[in-house]
């Protein structure tokens, strides 16, 4: 009876896994196509990063997402700053067109993606850093 339910149980769960990563992957595919990247992908540390640039000048200016955020919510800000300064949102590994980063993700390891980011792109100092909430 054990191994009858067991086989029960996997007969169940093997479609339904199925089914998710199927509706996982249409979803990610419509996505892409609704929501056109927007900027470059930028190779840091075994991983592509996205980064955004728009306007011109000096301070570069450094938008960064909240920790759940994408930089699609910089979008007001970023078109209201570019007329005066250049502008740089980035998506942190893992989030929004940025792919997943190296275990733990630790604030070190953050600070060092973005530093590496930032210099791979050719961005240089000085840098205006403007952080988010929620």
Known sequence: MGIAAGYIALGVLLPVAGIGLSYEAVGEYRDRHRFPLKGALVAVEGHKMHLFCTGDGNPAVILGAPFTGVSASWAPVQAAVSPFARVYS??????????????????????????????RADVRPPYVLVGATG
């Open 90 to 119: 980035y998506d942190r590994a893992g989030y929004g067109w940025s792919e997943p980063g190296p275990l733990p993700r630790t604030s070190g390891q953050i600070v060092l993606e973005l530093h590496t980011l930032l210099a």
